[in-house]
């Protein structure tokens, strides 16, 4: 079974840096930055190339949105960024679809076989959208989300470049 830790924050709020600095204290790490590739958007490409002069030159890097398949074939110390390209990859799924796609992934991450550093994205604290889309991501992650601090060893919430360790402080709802 895998030890989780679990950052999850606002934009900016310091959660990928966090989960760096977390996984600076295990020897060997991949991150997998989760997400499609843009290759037309500039300023995401210029977001990717901040977070890559971070990480150190040893880190083994994965670009993908098959997250199950590398929980499948990897065995390191796995630093997951971030839950919305999982998100975004459901999005286009039926009710019954989503809910199988998301236990199958709750599922490989409690049986992953080392340690896991997730980064996931808070949305929704703000005005809801006139979107059904958007409002369908945010409705998606808020259960992933739910789904994941349930079975993590540590959750943590950033916000403005600040840690809060959420297992010290929190009652279950």
Known sequence: MSKIYFISGGT???????AEKIAKN????TYVALSEKQNNDIEWQRRVERHKKRRPDNWKTIETDEIINVLK???TTLLIDSLGGFIMKGLSMKVNEWKEYKNKFIYHLINYKNTLIIVGEQVGWGLVSEYKVSNLFADRLGETLNAITKIADKNWLTIN?????????FIDI
């Open 12 to 18: 900016r709020s310091g959660k990928s840096k966090f």
């Open 26 to 29: 295990f020897k060997e790490i």
């Open 73 to 75: 074939n990897e065995s």
């Open 161 to 169: 470049g600040k840690a809060i360790r959420l297992d010290d402080i």
